[in-house]
């Protein structure tokens, strides 16, 4: 029954997530973006933007900046609850996005490491990642439908 002020990187994160941009505020200069896709699936030489490593504040910015790109600017990612210390932090939330006509929605976690008051890499996961990789990667037709059976939603 103490009131406790909330860990700084627990603010940072909060502010990320409210706006992007803020990314390459807080972001080191060699930042490591891991996307979570199958790395072993992609043909040699092949990377899509679901997968792989993104190595420093302009490939993790324009990677991102993609996806929001590819959702028509649609693309809105919801904290739910962020812990945070001084080495580590975590955010699990819900994204939603709008393309061509299609929804897609999923629960998201990205783990996020700090060294010395600075995000040096951030790893992102979703609960059906290859929905989202269909919806962010694939041509969408009238048939298609990207929302995700909803197997991790909370019955509270």
């Given at each position: 029954m103490?009131?406790r002020?909330p860990h700084p990187h627990v603010e940072?994160?909060r502010?990320?997530?409210a706006?992007?941009?803020?990314?390459?505020e807080?972001?080191?200069e060699?930042?490591?973006l891991?996307?979570?896709?199958?790395r072993?699936l992609?043909?040699?030489?092949a990377?899509?933007i679901?997968t792989?490593?993104?190595?420093?504040?302009?490939a993790?910015l324009?990677?991102e900046?993609?996806?929001?790109?590819r959702?028509?600017g649609?693309?809105?990612?919801?904290?739910g609850?962020i812990?945070?210390?001084?080495?580590?932090?975590?955010?699990?939330g819900?994204l939603?996005?709008n393309?061509?006509?299609?929804?897609?929605?999923g629960?998201?976690?990205?783990l996020?490491?700090f060294?010395?008051?600075?995000i040096?890499?951030?790893w992102?996961?979703?609960?059906d990642?290859?929905a989202?990789?269909?919806?962010?990667?694939?041509e969408?037709?009238?048939?298609a439908?990207?929302e995700?059976?909803?197997?991790?939603?909370?019955?509270?």
């Amino acid at each position: 029954m103490f009131d406790r002020k909330p860990h700084p990187h627990v603010e940072m994160l909060r502010a990320i997530y409210a706006d992007l941009s803020l990314l390459t505020e807080f972001a080191s200069e060699d930042i490591v973006l891991h996307a979570a896709g199958p790395r072993d699936l992609m043909p040699a030489g092949a990377r899509g933007i679901m997968t792989g490593d993104y190595i420093g504040k302009r490939a993790v910015l324009a990677r991102e900046t993609e996806l929001f790109r590819r959702s028509g600017g649609s693309l809105v990612m919801t904290p739910g609850d962020i812990v945070a210390n001084d080495c580590f932090g975590a955010v699990l939330g819900r994204l939603a996005a709008n393309r061509h006509g299609h929804r897609f929605e999923g629960e998201f976690c990205g783990l996020w490491r700090f060294q010395g008051g600075h995000i040096v890499e951030h790893w992102e996961n979703a609960a059906d990642w290859p929905a989202a990789e269909r919806f962010f990667m694939e041509e969408l037709d009238d048939e298609a439908t990207s929302e995700p059976a909803d197997t991790c939603r909370s019955t509270d």
